[in-house]
């Protein structure tokens, strides 16, 4: 199908302006003005973007929210299968394995030595409160 962009934008703007009315005179939370309307500006938009890209090769920088949702399921359906039927996000490598032991560059006050200033000063008050 070949529209010409300019009736498409048209028509485009003509959803957008109509969207706005029936948002901003909402009767209800399933007020069918406003399904009716955000379907129509969906339309109205992907024949908008494809008459843009058939004449032009341009595309705009917008993405139809349900085409967002899918592209997110699609990506949570290869990030899902690792090999792993667990359902844990991996955080470590099966070779970096958190094994319980800390490696210590410095001699800090956990291995007997002294804290340094950069040790306090990196201290969280929070989580890591010591004697008072």
Do not use: K, N
């Not at 109205?44 to 032009?56: C, V």
């Amino acid at each position: 199908m070949s529209t010409d962009p300019s009736a498409a934008l048209e028509d485009f703007l003509s959803a957008v302006r109509e969207h706005f009315a029936a948002s901003a005179h909402r009767t209800s939370e399933t007020d069918p003005r406003v399904e009716a309307s955000y379907m129509a500006l969906a339309d109205a938009f992907e024949i908008y973007e494809d008459s843009l890209y058939t004449a032009y090769g341009e595309v705009t920088p917008f993405e139809l929210f349900d085409d967002v949702e899918d592209d997110r399921d699609e990506d949570e359906d290869e990030d899902d299968y690792d090999g792993d039927s667990s359902d844990q996000d991996d955080y470590y490598d099966d070779e970096d394995a958190y094994d319980g032991d800390v490696e210590a560059d410095d001699a800090g006050p956990a291995s007997g030595g002294s804290a340094s200033a950069d040790d306090v000063s990196r201290r969280d008050p929070i989580s890591d409160r010591g004697p008072r």
